[in-house]
């Protein structure tokens, strides 16, 4: 919350495709990271996002719209293992500092 | 071998406890940081260390300090822990502040009662 904000949950099929939304304040932020987090386990590093556009990284790609304070991260080719959390996070351009949302959890079912 | 170290991994304290939590990191990063995690919510940040001596506040730091004697090192202490400070305790790591990577320890559970 406070500036960076994601569905709470998102469900989808393996072999698939699920896109996760993050909307974000446009006059605080500066570029967006996306991260993931399996259950019990700590967020590990996606992408990051400056420019506008898609930003293809093969299995994750990343979308950026900075007028729009809009970014999506896209699953393609869904495992069940891609379930997890994956978290949206705020480049802050008064401080540089990432301001995390709560984060989306993704279910992959067979 | 690029790794963020935290210790310990679970802890059970008793409410007025103090608390040491121990982070590591073998990168030469610059910038060390402190989150804490509840369930269902993103990451909230403690403190921000920028380098050997260097900290800042971050989000929430009242309750918490912290200690960056050598730069692979940063501790988060808690003088008499309350109830309210259970929670999921990450440490991370980045090249400098502002860099969007940043790497993340295993996490500690702590429990206080």
């Known amino acids: 919350g406070q500036g960076v904000e994601q569905p709470d949950n998102l469900m989808s099929v393996e072999g698939t495709f699920a896109r996760v939304n993050c909307t974000y304040s446009?006059?605080?932020?500066?570029?967006l990271s996306w991260y993931q987090q399996r259950e019990g386990h700590a967020p590990v590093f996606l992408s990051y996002v400056v420019l506008d556009g898609l930003k293809d990284s093969g299995h994750f790609s990343t979308f950026l719209s900075r007028s729009n304070g809009y970014s999506y991260l896209l699953l393609t080719e869904l495992q069940i293992k891609d379930s997890a959390s994956y978290l949206c996070a705020g480049l802050r351009n008064n401080n540089n500092r990432i301001f995390f949302g709560d984060g989306t959890q993704l279910v992959v079912k067979p | 071998d690029m790794k963020v170290t935290q210790m310990p991994r679970y802890l059970i304290k008793r409410m007025g406890e103090n608390v040491l939590l121990e982070c590591g990191q073998d990168m030469s990063h610059e910038t060390m940081y402190w989150y804490r995690q509840d369930p269902g919510l993103g990451l909230q940040l403690i403190y921000i260390s920028y380098d050997v001596d260097s900290n800042s506040e971050g989000d929430i730091p009242k309750g918490y300090r912290v200690s960056r004697k050598k730069r692979e090192h940063f501790s988060l202490i808690l003088d008499s822990a309350k109830t309210n400070q259970t929670s999921v305790y990450f440490c991370a790591s980045s090249l400098g502040g502002g860099y969007a990577e940043q790497f993340f320890g295993p996490g500690t559970r702590l429990t206080v009662l």
């Open positions: 446009t006059s605080g932020f500066n570029g």
